[in-house]
């Protein structure tokens, strides 16, 4: 049993085979906990080169159908296809192709900005780490406080650092959890040219929010849900504030 | 490499610890107050009961070890770092073998401070073979803080988690107590009983090897939901 | 099988009323006389309570790799029957102690060990009822890392009491003995089953009135999408 765990630790974690992917295709996803249904029946596509939106009120279910792209989550029914393949056959490769912007933005506050990149520069094997640290930290304009400790930074510095962080490996697909709470005009501007100027080069980026104004800035697309069920997809994007807002106020307000 | 992740996974842990050392401070204080406590209780007219030491010493392990447990999964917790972990690419069991490193070498500083400690108020003879109560406490500390880094891993996104883990915990490291008291206890004696020492150490050998394994092969289905 | 657990308690329970005259009529042991009879009780119990243990723990491993929900819920009926026949043990034995030894507990390898056993499926359901979501899983490591303790609770407990006298607690069996104690432990394992097949049965029951209640929650939706 002891050879066979360092066996399969071994094979997961040889130079992973690049795997990649130009869409993802959620089929008939579901996810409940007991009684409750997380996310019904969910199908969708995501090509590359597309920022998909995922506009819900709260407890709609964006942050549960992220947490399944990201393979954090197992769905109850159903798959995700990451090209052709499902994250089951793909393996941990996947995970190196894959980033999250999550809410709690995974930084470590006791380590100073430089070294939170190091840390997951060096967690995901990737070369050239001093370089791609010092990039990263130009990014998101903290070279000159890349050596304090994260805890002493403004919510918008440590977004923008955990951007960065989240960016690192250059993933293809870019999974962000209401990116825009907490950030100043200026910042959410400067966050949507970079998302944009990444789905320009090719990478698949959806992008989950409530917040309608901001949305319709960035979205190429949408995708409504509510009570974790997709209402509505559509590719247009002026109106969107008229024509969903019923949607999404109605569903908060119940 | 495997090596490689858990390597960096300690260093960051170490990194994090020093500067803020607030689980060596906090657990190697609380530690102390255990022993204290257990004296009071169970002194009697200045001398303490048979085989108290060895007891004493073994509890303060198990308290400390579980406070130190919860505190360091806490904190990943908080951030949500652990996601962060298990998104990178890295094998998880390697993650595992990591944090594991990490809570042995903070256990290691906290029995730094407790056996001393012990020897000084039970006038226990820890000098008398001090290797065979090096490898004790080595492989006691493996086998509690294996099963324990498992355990508080997947207890990280259970409800009543801080009530949960000494419960699921204590009851699956019984024989590490036991073979860690009775161990001890041989060794603390006028005549320090070896024999009776190595069965206890090759007996805990033997628990670490099971249930590290054991560990390493359930990590993975564990960490994701 | 699950459909004749009714059956199976029934069988078991007609087995249970004849018993007593079967141990009745067993002969005395010669040491400790009438008291020895709760051994046709208190033995088969432990036995059923191991079985239960090892079935859970199994049924836990396969749930844990494979996610197959029948597994979980043979688990959660076997990880229920532990401590139900494990409590019978415990009362038991102390019984029986108490008459046999002139002690309630004694820390003998066995006794300790099913103590620790119980112990350890008591915060299986503990950890399966407070555990919130996901907890299935977090059972199943308890379950499995429980059954990969016995055999060193076993070891350590048995070395530490060979140091101290210990008396024997099972004689072995002569002829006229086996006869009652073969039928006690045929109801016991009539019983278990039975009542494993009905708690499985009641899991399942309660998994179909889940997945009633969300298909009831989608047709609501439709019912709502169609007013719109």
Known sequence: MLARAAESASATWARPVTFDFDRVDVCDLSRHYGRRRALSRITLTCPAGEILGLLGPNGAGKSTLLAILATLLAPSSGEVRYGTRTAAEAGPALRARLGLLAHDLHLYPELTARENLRFFARLHGLPGVDARVGAGLENAALTDRADEAVSGFSRGMRQRLALERALLHEPRLLLLDEPFTGLDDQSALALVARLRGLSARGAIVVVATHDLDVAEGVLDRVAVLRDGRLIAVDDAREGLRKRYRTQVAAASRT | MFLRVAWLIVQKDLTVEVRSRELIYTTAFFAVSCVLVFAFALVREGRPLEDAAAGILWIAIAFAGTLALGRTFERERHTETLRALLLAPASRPAIYVGKLAGILLLMAAVEAVLVPLVALFFDAPVLARPMYLLALLVSGTVGFAAVGTLFAAMLVRARSRDVLLPVLLYPITIPVIIAGVRGTAALFQPEPDVEMARMWIAILGFFDVVFVTLSLWTFEPLMTE | ?228
């Open chain 3, 1 to 228: 099988m699950s459909r004749y657990y009714g059956a199976l308690i029934v069988v078991a329970m007609g087995m249970f009323a004849v018993a007593p005259v079967l141990v009745a009529n067993a002969p005395y042991e010669s040491t400790m006389g009438l008291v020895q009879k709760i051994f046709y009780y208190h033995v088969p119990s432990a036995m059923m309570m191991f079985l239960a243990a090892f079935v859970c723990g199994i049924a836990s491993a396969v749930y844990l790799f494979r996610k197959t929900p029948a597994a979980d819920r043979l688990a959660a009926a076997a990880g229920e029957l532990t401590v139900v026949f494990g409590m019978i043990v415990l009362v038991t034995g102390p019984l029986w102690a108490r008459k046999a030894w002139g002690v309630w507990w004694q820390w003998d390898a066995r006794l300790t060990s099913s103590l620790l056993l119980w112990m350890i499926f008591v915060a299986y359901l503990l950890v399966r009822k407070y555990g919130g979501p996901g907890s299935e899983k977090l059972g199943a490591a308890m379950a499995i890392f429980g059954m990969a303790n016995v055999p060193f609770v076993y070891v350590s407990v048995n070395i530490w009491r060979t140091l101290h006298p210990r008396t024997s607690v099972v004689p072995d069996l002569p002829a006229p003995m086996m006869g009652p104690f073969l039928f006690s432990a045929v109801a016991f394992l009539l019983l278990f089953v039975g009542l494993l097949s009905a708690r499985m049965a009641l899991e399942r029951a309660r998994a179909t009135v889940e997945q009633v209640y969300r298909e009831a929650d989608e047709g609501d939706e439709w019912e709502r999408r169609g007013e719109e």
